[in-house]
């Protein structure tokens, strides 16, 4: 029993009744799947089309496929019992036995219906003949396996062939084989038992069959067999007419029989009187004779109707007669013009055929290839050429409405947006695959995303036995290639058809596109697949991680240039469909920092309006304000102090000192209006205007020392700024130091170092709201020098800020934090003053 009849019986594991269901299915299916796993073992997966439609590759491999096919039969026959195949080369002949009878029941019943009052005994005998053999025919039916119209696999269940049998033809060709002369005798020769003869004429659906397939088979000429059918349609419609005719003349009373056409007829001196007593093969030929003259309205001469019942049905049969030789000329028309459909697949073969044995395609490929033309023909299922002309809109419109209910139960798209989903339907293209096809092979590059509608297919990969084991059974409403597509490695399975399957295909190029404008709904997938599939995802786990951190920093590229280049348009698009604004990129920066480093003030505008974070620091220590300082973009500088921000700087010292190394005087007056610290001190514990001052930089000690800077800190080697002047020698530089070291010597004058530090005391901002209210309810705040204790700082605040009751406040820092000691605040720090009530 191969896997997959395994599989089908495992699904049924719940009570005796299942049980039973999962036995019949097997027993349906056993011998099919004994004949894949045969005909794989020689590497053939589409072994299915080519004996459904009959497309073999000469005499030989015929005969090589009766004996693999008789060899099937005798293991089919020992193990679940008689069913006939329906490629079996007996049947095979036996049809074409039937199809001989087919075609004399089909001729021979009207002749009897018009000509005989009762067979004659040799006729009899071969009229018994016949339905002899149809009788044996319809025991035959009873076992011949069939094809599902839904799955495309062969049945084999007695049951369901015999239901199937018993629901379709089966009473009609019973009583096709009664033996109606018998019974006509047997009646009292009633003319109502005769019309049951034209039971008879379902046979010709055997016959229809039969020029239908000869159609399209290349190694005739189409001109021959369609010209044949037309010949035989046009025969056969004159042969019932004239047998009908005939007939009409018979059943009149003989007194009147010489008011009929063929009693009234006389051609020469020849009369028709007493037709009866005519060779019956003259009679016949006169009625077809009548017929003929009559379909082609060239008659009503020498022969006419007589009597009423006549003129009607002549009226009947001329009405007729114009449909049927409308459909003639058109047919030849459409030889001529070569544009019938079938044609055009016979065309389409013929040349497939002539790449094929150019290329010397193998076996297995040249009926995978044959097999889908056979099924494009037969479904029409390319949509392309129906919707050609119809607009883009209205197409979409139809792929919306056909497949929208199918994408949108896909378990990878689960949370994902309307939108996005319709446009994965608008750039879907459906197809149909046959059983045993392989779609997908491990190791290939994946460029196809498959969505399953009806029918089952399979991952089989291979064990560590190096034998194949089915990984997963793809049922509708699954998806396979998403893995290969979204994270780019190759295929890991085999992806193998089992049923007739409808499949609706998107193309990676139209999925990354999508996906470049919808990204959200991009990482909502890639969830989902972590998700989902769990024994498949173990191993996969990384490289999907992998991808979603590679897509993240992708989209914040996109942001970043968006911010960067002042695209306010493609930054809200962007922000809309699920982009983070605070996302960094590698460097840490936002795009509130490019923004504010290129001074789009509408960008950084629309950023604080979308709550990002104003002092977010990048990976050098920078805060958005600190770029739009350091390039000069005042007004965005003001937004942004408007808005709380703060310089915040780990290094302001360095960074100032660097400044002023610099000579960047506009930017020195900048930060230094911002609330810089003029003494801070980088890592050798100078100050700006140590650097000034030994750089002889007179204008930028002058904006220093007016800005608060003092003369009196030393660096580690113990060198004051005025120190440094002087080993500069720039002597106005001197003097200004010096000028400037006795005014603070007056202004501080107990303790010059002491001063000093009690001019680097600590400031703070303090505000009277929780840092969480709203911008309604938030109010200006106050500047203090951050005292000795907490609790002077809070009293002295809430005198500041006329609060009713300051020793039951608290203060707070940004992120809602109690402060506890004053060695927590950080200078220029902002404090928010609430009561104890509103923190609880």
Avoid at 370 to 383: A, F, V
Avoid at 566 to 589: C, E, H, S, V, W
Avoid at 605 to 615: S, T
Avoid at 734 to 756: D, G, R, V
């Amino acid at each position: 029993m191969s896997r997959r009849v395994v599989v089908e019986d495992h699904r049924h594991t719940e009570g005796e009744s299942l049980k039973d269901d999962a036995e019949e299915e097997d027993e349906e299916y056993q011998v099919q799947d004994l004949r894949e796993r045969i005909k794989s073992s020689l590497g053939s997966q589409f072994n299915l089309i080519k004996n459904e439609l009959g497309l073999g590759d000469g005499s030989s491999t015929r005969r090589r496929r009766f004996s693999r096919q008789s060899l099937i039969d005798g293991v089919r026959g020992l193990s679940k019992g008689f069913v006939v195949h329906p490629d079996n080369w007996w049947y095979r002949a036996w049809m074409i036995f039937i199809l001989v009878w087919a075609v004399y029941s089909s001729f021979f019943t009207p002749f009897e219906f018009g000509f005989f009052r009762g067979l004659e005994k040799k006729l009899f005998i071969l009229d018994v003949a016949g339905q002899i053999a149809f009788l044996v025919d319809i025991v035959l039916q009873f076992f011949l396996a069939y094809r599902d119209s839904n799955t495309y696999r062969m049945v084999y269940n007695r049951k369901r062939i015999a239901l199937r049998y018993l629901k379709s033809s089966f009473i009609i060709d019973l009583l096709g084989c009664m033996p109606w002369d018998l019974i006509y005798k047997a009646s009292g020769r009633r003319e109502e038992v005769r019309y049951l003869l034209w039971i008879r004429l379902y046979r010709l659906c055997k016959v229809t069959k039969f020029l239908h397939d000869l159609e399209k088979d290349i190694r005739i000429s189409y001109q021959f067999t369609r010209i044949i059918k037309l010949i035989v349609v046009e025969l056969y419609c004159t042969h019932t007419a004239a047998c009908i005719f005939y007939y009409l003349a018979t059943t009149l009373p003989a007194s009147q029989e010489g008011y009929t056409w063929i009693g009234s007829l006389k051609l020469g001196d020849y009369s028709y009187s007493s037709f009866r007593d005519i060779d019956l093969w003259k009679r016949y030929t006169t009625s077809l004779y009548f017929a003929i003259v009559t379909m082609a309205t060239v008659g009503y001469g020498d022969i006419h109707a007589v009597n009423l019942r006549e003129m009607i049905f002549i009226m009947v049969y001329v009405s007729f007669d114009m449909v049927l030789g409308a459909y003639l000329i058109g047919n030849m028309t459409a030889l001529i013009v070569k544009g019938s459909k079938t044609e055009k697949f016979r065309d389409k073969m013929t040349d497939i055929m002539k790449y094929m044995n150019r290329n010397r395609l193998g076996r297995d490929i040249r009926n995978q290839i044959k097999g889908h033309l056979r099924l494009q023909y037969e479904s029409t299922y390319t949509e392309a050429a129906v919707l050609r002309e119809i607009p883009a809109s209205i197409r979409a419109k139809i792929s919306q409405t056909l497949y929208f209910p199918y994408i949108e139960s896909v378990p990878i798209f689960k949370g994902c947006s309307r939108e996005f989903i319709n446009q994965i339907v608008i750039k879907l293209h459906e197809e149909f695959f046959l059983p045993g096809e392989v779609i997908m092979e491990p190791g290939n590059v994946i460029d196809q995303l498959y969505f399953v509608c009806h029918g089952v297919l399979e991952e089989v990969g291979i064990g560590e036995d190096g034998t194949e084991e089915i990984v997963e059974r793809l049922e509708p409403n699954s998806t396979f290639g998403e893995i290969s597509i979204l994270c780019n490695i190759p295929q890991l399975y085999t992806v193998r058809v089992c049923e007739l399957c409808r499949l609706l295909r998107l193309d990676k190029q139209s999925l990354t596109s999508i996906l470049d404008i919808y990204f959200y709904d991009g990482r909502k997938i890639l969830n989902n697949l972590l998700e989902g599939k769990a024994p498949r995802m173990k191993q996969l786990e990384s490289d999907i991680t992998f991808h979603i951190g590679k897509q993240e920093a992708e989209l914040a590229l996109k942001v970043n240039s968006a911010a960067y280049h002042g695209d306010l348009f493609q930054l809200k698009g962007l922000i809309r469909t699920g982009a983070d604004p605070n996302k960094a990129d590698y460097d840490g920066r936002s795009p509130l920092h490019l923004a504010a480093l290129k001074g789009h003030e509408d960008i950084t505008l629309f950023l604080i309006q979308e709550g990002v974070d104003i002092n977010i620091k990048d990976n050098f220590g920078s805060t958005p304000l600190l770029e739009a300082i350091k390039n000069g973009n005042d007004r965005v500088s003001s937004l942004l102090i408007q808005e709380g921000a703060s310089l915040n700087m780990d290094n302001a010292g360095s960074f100032i000192c660097t400044s002023v190394a610099r000579g960047d005087t506009d930017l020195l007056k900048r930060l230094l209006a911002n609330g810089i610290d003029p003494n801070s001190k980088d890592s050798d514990h100078r100050t700006p205007l140590h650097v000034a001052a030994s750089e002889g930089l007179y204008v930028m000690a002058k904006l220093l020392l007016e800005s608060g800077a003092s003369v009196f800190p030393k660096d580690r080697w113990g060198n004051t700024p005025l120190d440094e002047s002087r080993m500069c020698g720039n002597k106005n530089l001197i003097k200004l130091l010096e000028e400037a070291k006795s005014a603070q010597s007056i202004e501080f004058p107990y303790n010059a170092q002491e001063n000093t530090d009690k001019m680097h005391r600590k400031k703070c901002t303090v505000y009277p709201f929780h840092p969480w209210e709203s911008k309604q309810e938030r109010r200006p705040g106050i500047v203090l020098w951050v005292p000795t204790t907490i609790g002077e700082l809070i009293r002295t605040a809430g005198e500041q800020l006329e609060f009713s009751s300051s020793s039951s406040c608290i203060l707070l820092t940004e992120d809602a934090g109690k402060i506890l000691d004053v060695d927590l605040i950080n200078d220029g720090q902002k404090l928010y003053l609430v009561s104890e009530t509103h923190f609880t």
